[in-house]
């Protein structure tokens, strides 16, 4: 097996495969002799440099209160093949699963520790080499206008939603950047038997705009918008800024048009989920009307 040429791995007693999630990652449930459990995840060798970087902002964010898995070891393995990564495994649930068997005010209260986390994750600031991100992110929606149109869906809100995706562009003048998860949404979070929400998959970590790591709350929203609600309301202190609802639009519209096209490769089934997310997204802001939707609360 490609994980056999791994020192510790002779300690280890139960090896169980994970076969969920987008990730290219092979992650495997790892059970020790100590009755220790770790995720042991294999990466191509060609993605070293990126792993290792994961590995190391892991590593860097155990001293922030977030309830996440801890980094253990990484090194090579599979002869030379592949890059492997150790990680503390969280028990727990899927919370998007669990998350409807609580109440409203506790699907509130995990909101608001899923906002505090991710304000813990964005204290840590981006290279001071990186480009600003007016001219980052304009070129990213650029290419995901080009792309939505050469893919041959026609949303029936297309219009409404590239006139505030380009009438909004001057929003993204002098913003600031920082650490992002990458994929923060619901599906990437954990209930514990104790009832505590838990972080999981930071491996589309990235840098950038803090708030446009909000425009996965799409996710969160479909499935509980009290916890979509705390989940702003923890980040922000209760204090949130009208400007942040004005650019999570414009940031929720830009992924909006390239799901679109990026679920054509699954199959008619994934596209018609994201085309049902658009009229979700739609129906929230009124068409883009309001920048404010219709789930949030205080």
């Known amino acids: ?14 090896i169980e495969y994970i ?6 990652d092979k992650k495997y449930k790892i059970k020790t002799r100590e009755n220790e459990e ?20 892991i590593k860097d964010l155990e001293e922030k209160k977030i309830l996440m898995p801890k980094a253990v070891d990484i090194g090579v393995c599979n002869n030379d093949q592949s890059i492997y990564s150790l990680y503390t495994w969280i028990k727990g649930e899927d919370a998007a699963e669990e998350i409807s068997k609580f109440s409203e005010e506790e699907q509130y209260k995990l909101g608001v520790n899923a906002g505090r986390y991710l304000k813990e994750i964005h204290s840590v600031n981006a290279p ?31 219009k409404k939603i590239l006139e505030y995706i380009n009438k909004n562009r001057v929003l993204l003048k002098n913003r600031p950047q ?14 514990t038997p104790e009832r505590k929400l838990g972080i999981i998959d930071f491996n589309r970590y990235d ?19 009290e916890f979509a609600s705390g989940y702003i309301n923890g980040y922000f202190d209760d204090d949130v800024p009208e400007l942040f ?26 596209m018609n989920v994201m085309i049902k997310q658009v009229d979700n997204v ?3 802001y009124d068409q883009c009307d309001s920048y404010i939707p219709k789930w949030y609360h205080k």
Do not use: T
């Open 178 to 191: 920082c650490l992002q998860h990458g994929d923060y949404h619901i599906g990437n979070m954990i209930i």
């Open 245 to 270: 609802f004005k650019l999570l639009l414009l940031y929720i519209c830009s992924n909006e048009i390239s799901s679109v096209y990026w679920a054509q490769s699954f199959g008619e089934k994934e």
């Open 1 to 14: 097996m490609e994980y056999e040429d791994i020192g510790q791995s002779r300690e280890w007693e139960d």
């Open 128 to 158: 001071k080499s990186i480009e600003d991100w007016e001219s980052r992110f304009n070129r990213k929606i650029d290419k995901k206008i080009e792309n939505y149109k050469k893919c041959g869906v026609v949303l029936k809100d297309e």
């Open 19 to 24: 076969n969920k999630g987008w990730s290219d």
């Open 207 to 225: 840098y950038g705009d803090p708030w446009e790591e909000f425009n996965r709350i799409v996710w969160s929203a479909e499935v509980s918008p």
């Open 38 to 57: 770790l995720l042991l995840k294999i990466s191509d060798i060609g993605q070293f440099a990126k792993k290792k970087k994961e590995f190391e902002i």
């Open 282 to 284: 739609m129906e929230w």
